[in-house]
């Protein structure tokens, strides 16, 4: 969505690990949410309690979009639990 594009991002801190977190912007659009909506990305509820990207996840998985296409997807903390 950003490749070779000009993106900004707008930091919300760091993370544990010394990370950037925060949003990313292409023009005005939000890619998280449009990553989300798109099936291509989780929404991390145990971390944020934004209620639109929730909205944005519900519409992926009740339509199946993205992975929400697989019978079984497995969220990326619950595969890093799985990996030595």
Known sequence: MVFGKYATISSTGKDRYGRTLGVVFLGNGNVNAQMIRMGMAWYYK???????????????RANKIGFWADLNPIAPWDWRKGKP
Not at 52 to 58: C, G, I, R, V
């Open 46 to 60: 145990q971390y944020s309690d934004s209620v639109p990207m929730q909205q944005f996840e519900d519409y992926a």
